[in-house]
């Protein structure tokens, strides 16, 4: 006999307030139906705590919202947009497209960009950015990020590792404190523009980011795919995450898009969109496509180059389209 799995429902068709519970609550999971919450001055103490497996920690833990929320919308009151570039699946081209995004912004030398690297396990801006042998300084006021360019700023927890070998073994709470000091530290002066580069996934880093950025508010998500099956079906829980925790999305750029010739432009399918790729996602789920990046093997050369391939191949059909999905960005933000 064979299994028959019952359809899943769609994405959420409109997306959530803020306030959705995705993100972290104040009231533990096991609590009564009237708990006043952890962060309250009456937690442990209101009537409703008695009998509660939580009453004599929540008497004695600290009380009040997270401290560090006002420094942190203090520090973001300079960058005036907050881009999240995201996936549900690895392996599509996430930091190649945050890093062209970044070097794409700041080729306006007037427009201050700045990147930051919150793939806390697999952190590879600063070898795409030619920073790997960069370090960071600490002073009164905080971190300096490291400078790919005058005007753009770059941060990663690559820069506080002894070895670009060595790995995070980290669970939720350590890194959720780093991207906090991240936000809250980091010297990041007055950005036009702020690219957040993600790990995969819907997880502790994006959970964190959405509520450290709740107040100073997230302008915009790009999601990146490849044009099969297996990377889209992640791709469409990322959406449906962005529309419970009220993400705006900015649209879809489906990567590795064909395949351009060097030598003779032409083009070919590597990886066939089966399914019709994300262009039949986006309309299916009344997405934008922002565009398609084709393969070119110059990309990959120059991302462990550290060099910008836009500047160093102008003429590539995948320069040209990355330049189509950045002025459509800007657009869609009202910056032009």
Known sequence: MIAVQAPLPPPSPLPLGP?????PSSVPDNAPEHCPGVESTQAGKADACEGCPNQSVCAEGPKGPDPDLPLIRERMKSVKRKVLVLSGKGGVGKSTFSAGLSWALAADEECQTGIMDIDICGPSIPLLMGLSSSTIHTSSSGWSPAYALDNLAVMSIGFLLPSNSDAVIWRGPKKNGLIKQFLKDVEWGDLDYMVVDTPPGTSDEHLSIVQYLKETGIDGAVLVTTPQEVALQDVRKEIDFCRKVGIPILGL????????????????QIFAPTTGGAEAMGKELGIELLGKVPLDPRIGMTCDQGISFLDEYPDSPATIAYLDIVQRIRELLGDE
């Not at 306030?19 to 993100?23: A, C, G, K, N, R």
């Not at 750029?253 to 070919?268: D, T």
């Open 253 to 268: 750029v489906e990567n590795m898009s064909g395949f351009v010739c060097p030598k003779c432009k032409n083009e070919n």
């Open 19 to 23: 306030t959705s519970t995705v993100l």
